[in-house]
């Protein structure tokens, strides 16, 4: 199992990255590239929309266009990309409505030698987010998640990370005070309130199941397509963890609709696949770690114009005070799951 956040090497940037180098990547795999390219957005890789003359060349292709992704150096090992890719081929063989990449000549992952980048294809398909879900697109979601969580329950992913208080909570604090990220005026304070969700964390990770999960399931990692329902898209942040990790991303809430909803959900997840209720007491945890390695990926991406120009407030001592309070928060939080029943 990688046990790094962040893989074996510093993340690098795409400097070297421009539109001749994404048309000859495009080109080499067999497209006929009309030379329309369009940047989309993306903060952690970077991603196009490419024109192509030869979609009825390949079977999955609708249309004209298809999606190329670039990962970005140093983030993923080859083997922990394999895997992603190996978990939306799973989803897809087992019906579940997932975008996956394309496969050429049978590989799904190709590389530029020369930049340490690679990449993949994707079919372009539309969609949009969807609004704020009605009572059956909620029941929908939970019977898709719990289809989902039985392929990822299916076999192991040795190289993906597995989240836990240690690899989302200690080593991303180990980052930010090496690097001397937090304000000094209140580091001390920081590594104190880290510390002490990780030792509440840690015995609530324990007996639980770990299997394939999306890692990232919030609704902007969905689209709803009218014709078709709604998709799973964006399988980079693929974790090994807790089903409840993506349950909670879904319906992030804190207040009595949130969990009234987030029962409502479960209800319909119970009906596809098993779910052991002393997973709700990790999602305070989750959330809190999630906050420290939101800082994390945005530190170790610091150098990235892109991110100096995104997190401007970065630096400012007021982004590390309200980090602070709000790990204080969840503190708290936590302390009063471990007294309610799950």
Not at 84 to 103: G, T
Request: glycine content about 4%; hydrophobic content about 40%.
């Amino acid at each position: 199992m990688q046990n790094h956040i962040w893989g074996k090497g510093q993340t690098e940037f795409f400097y070297t990255i421009t539109p001749e180098i994404i048309l000859d990547a495009v080109a080499k795999l067999g497209f006929e590239v009309t030379g329309r390219c369009i940047q989309l957005n993306s903060m952690e890789n970077r991603v196009y929309e490419v024109e192509i003359e030869n979609p009825q060349d390949f079977d999955e292709l609708t249309n004209s266009f298809i999606i190329v992704k670039f990962y970005r150096p140093g983030r993923w090992t080859k083997e922990q990309i394999k895997e992603e890719h190996l978990f939306m081929f799973d989803l897809q063989e087992f019906e579940v409505p997932v975008i996956a990449p394309l496969k050429i000549n049978g590989l799904s992952l190709y590389s530029l030698e020369e930049q340490n980048i690679y990449y993949t294809v994707f079919p372009k398909r539309g969609g949009r987010a969807p609004d704020e879900m009605n009572t059956e697109q909620i029941q929908i979601m939970g019977r898709m998640l719990a289809r989902l969580h039985n392929v990822g329950a299916t076999r192991q992913a040795q190289h993906r990370l597995k989240i836990n208080e240690d690899t989302f909570g200690i080593q991303n604090l180990n980052y930010l005070l090496e690097n001397n990220f937090i304000s000094s005026h209140i580091v001390k304070s920081y590594e104190k309130i880290v510390l002490d969700i990780c030792q509440l964390a840690k015995p609530l990770f324990q007996n639980i199941t770990n299997i394939r999960i999306h890692g990232d399931c919030h609704c902007g990692n969905i689209i709803s397509r009218d014709s078709e329902g709604m998709f799973f898209i964006d399988f980079d942040d693929t974790l090994v963890g807790p089903a409840v990790q993506d349950i909670w991303l879904i319906i992030p809430g804190t207040d009595q609709y949130a969990i009234q909803d987030r029962h409502l959900l479960l209800e319909a997840y119970q009906e596809m696949r098993d779910f052991n209720f002393q997973e709700i007491k990790l999602v305070e945890v989750l959330r809190a770690l999630r906050f420290i390695h939101f800082s994390t990926w945005i530190a170790k991406r610091w150098e990235d114009p892109a991110f100096k120009r995104a997190f401007t407030h970065f630096n400012d001592p007021n982004y590390w005070e309200t980090q602070l309070n709000d790990l204080r928060i969840q503190y708290s939080l936590i302390q009063e799951s471990l007294y309610n029943s799950p």
